[in-house]
């Protein structure tokens, strides 16, 4: 098949997910042509089967805001003419459904183009949701060719916010094979110089991402356990914050901050728990990466996370902002280290049965080829 995606290229899980889909499919003898304006960070490589295709942006001093939907639905339309795209793919609701249903419209007469439309959350739960673009987002469900959501977690927000039910859930994936422990990485001494227990925690320092529950859960498990530090991975709005509350809690020299890096992989192998403390994630792809490398899983109870990490099996839940209960559990699996490397072991068995790129990759392929097969049957009818 010749696939176009089209992801937001420098942020976000839904970027990571739609970037290594593609490379997946190439892999498995697809085309894929991504569509989007700068180089999806995780596309380190082109070749003969992936290619990137940049949307060109005209400035002009009338627009206050630069039309990039409408740059991007005739970039999507000339690609898919040009390269005879089979379908899009579009991650993110917001605006890349309406720009693919936009351009598949654009070129109907010559070529119709389904477009599929991978849903990953605040574009249903949150963004999609308010008022000012609510009706846009289910216009863009309704027209869609095809529809999946990356947990049943959020089918299920799309059915009640959308009334839109027509989703199929194909859950985000790892490539176990790049997701590991790594026992021998010179890295471990670098981060824990005096054989100290390794904490991480992986964001864009967004607010719903809670980092700061982060150190303060560092700060207690510390008080009771000194050979521990954190390395917090990642860039955002509220690392300042986070640094500084570290400070105040006196924890910032075992607080490493490293910034974003291109291999996460790298610093989870290393590690030995993980914290996510999120408001929301309606999947929690860096749950689980974690788990994946066999890390037990601290997190919050919310969204698709239950779905990713098992309560008392892989990690532990709790609820949103509850830092004692999710340092007890961190101070356990610290004290317990059979407990803690079983932990890890679940978590991977799960990762590797539930999420491997084996396992997934061809729901997405089966799913391609269901939406083809229904315009070709529509055509023929
Ligand atoms: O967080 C966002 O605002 C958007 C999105 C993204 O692009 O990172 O995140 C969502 O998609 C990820 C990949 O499917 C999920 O792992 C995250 O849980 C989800 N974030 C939220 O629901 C807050």
């Given at each position: 098949m010749n696939i176009g995606i089209t992801v937001y290229?420098?942020?976000g899980g839904s970027g990571i997910v739609g970037s290594e889909l593609g490379r997946e499919l190439a892999e498995r003898g697809h085309n894929v042509h991504f569509i989007s304006s700068?180089?999806?960070?995780?596309?380190t490589e082109l070749n003969d089967r992936v290619h990137f295709h940049e949307v060109e942006m005209m400035t002009y001093p009338l627009f206050e805001h630069q039309p990039y939907d409408l740059a991007l639905a005739t970039k999507m339309g000339s690609v898919a003419r040009a390269e005879k795209l089979d379908l899009f793919h579009v991650h993110y609701a917001i605006p890349h459904s309406i720009s693919g249903i936009l351009a598949r419209e654009s070129i109907k007469d010559k070529r119709y183009v389904p477009v599929i439309t991978t849903l990953h959350g605040t574009d249903i739960t949150l963004v999609g949701a308010d008022r000012s673009y609510l009706p846009i987002t289910r216009y863009a469900l309704q027209q869609s060719d095809g529809v999946t959501a990356v947990s049943k977690f959020l089918k299920k927000a799309t059915i009640e916010t959308f009334d839109f039910d027509d989703v199929q859930v194909i859950p985000n994936f790892i490539c176990p094979s790049h997701y590991k422990?790594?026992?021998?990485?010179p890295l471990r001494d670098e981060l824990a110089p005096n054989g100290e227990l390794l904490l991480a925690h992986v964001s864009n320092f967004r607010p719903v991402k809670r980092a700061i529950d982060g150190v303060e859960i560092f700060a207690r498990v510390k008080a009771e356990f000194p050979k521990v530090r954190l390395v917090m991975v990642g860039d955002g709005p509220e690392r300042a914050a986070v640094k500084h509350r570290a400070k105040v809690l006196g924890v910032e020299t075992d607080t490493i901050f490293v910034g974003?890096?291109?291999?996460i992989a790298d610093y989870l192998g290393v590690s030995d728990i993980f914290l996510l403390p999120s408001e929301l994630e309606s999947f929690g792809l860096a749950a689980l990466e974690a788990a994946a490398c066999e890390l037990p899983v601290i997190a919050t109870?919310?969204?698709g996370i239950p779905e990713v990490v098992n309560d008392g099996e892989s990690g532990y839940l709790s609820d949103v902002g509850d830092v004692e209960k999710m340092s007890a559990d961190t101070l356990r699996l610290l004290t317990d280290a059979d407990r803690r490397l079983a932990f890890g072991l679940r978590g991977r068995e799960i990762s590797v049965q539930r999420y491997s790129t084996q396992a997934i990759i061809p729901q997405y392929i089966a799913f391609y080829e269901s939406v083809l097969a229904k315009q070709v049957s529509a055509a023929t009818s």
């Amino acid at each position: 098949m010749n696939i176009g995606i089209t992801v937001y290229p420098t942020y976000g899980g839904s970027g990571i997910v739609g970037s290594e889909l593609g490379r997946e499919l190439a892999e498995r003898g697809h085309n894929v042509h991504f569509i989007s304006s700068v180089m999806p960070t995780r596309v380190t490589e082109l070749n003969d089967r992936v290619h990137f295709h940049e949307v060109e942006m005209m400035t002009y001093p009338l627009f206050e805001h630069q039309p990039y939907d409408l740059a991007l639905a005739t970039k999507m339309g000339s690609v898919a003419r040009a390269e005879k795209l089979d379908l899009f793919h579009v991650h993110y609701a917001i605006p890349h459904s309406i720009s693919g249903i936009l351009a598949r419209e654009s070129i109907k007469d010559k070529r119709y183009v389904p477009v599929i439309t991978t849903l990953h959350g605040t574009d249903i739960t949150l963004v999609g949701a308010d008022r000012s673009y609510l009706p846009i987002t289910r216009y863009a469900l309704q027209q869609s060719d095809g529809v999946t959501a990356v947990s049943k977690f959020l089918k299920k927000a799309t059915i009640e916010t959308f009334d839109f039910d027509d989703v199929q859930v194909i859950p985000n994936f790892i490539c176990p094979s790049h997701y590991k422990k790594l026992p021998d990485s010179p890295l471990r001494d670098e981060l824990a110089p005096n054989g100290e227990l390794l904490l991480a925690h992986v964001s864009n320092f967004r607010p719903v991402k809670r980092a700061i529950d982060g150190v303060e859960i560092f700060a207690r498990v510390k008080a009771e356990f000194p050979k521990v530090r954190l390395v917090m991975v990642g860039d955002g709005p509220e690392r300042a914050a986070v640094k500084h509350r570290a400070k105040v809690l006196g924890v910032e020299t075992d607080t490493i901050f490293v910034g974003k890096k291109a291999n996460i992989a790298d610093y989870l192998g290393v590690s030995d728990i993980f914290l996510l403390p999120s408001e929301l994630e309606s999947f929690g792809l860096a749950a689980l990466e974690a788990a994946a490398c066999e890390l037990p899983v601290i997190a919050t109870r919310i969204g698709g996370i239950p779905e990713v990490v098992n309560d008392g099996e892989s990690g532990y839940l709790s609820d949103v902002g509850d830092v004692e209960k999710m340092s007890a559990d961190t101070l356990r699996l610290l004290t317990d280290a059979d407990r803690r490397l079983a932990f890890g072991l679940r978590g991977r068995e799960i990762s590797v049965q539930r999420y491997s790129t084996q396992a997934i990759i061809p729901q997405y392929i089966a799913f391609y080829e269901s939406v083809l097969a229904k315009q070709v049957s529509a055509a023929t009818s």
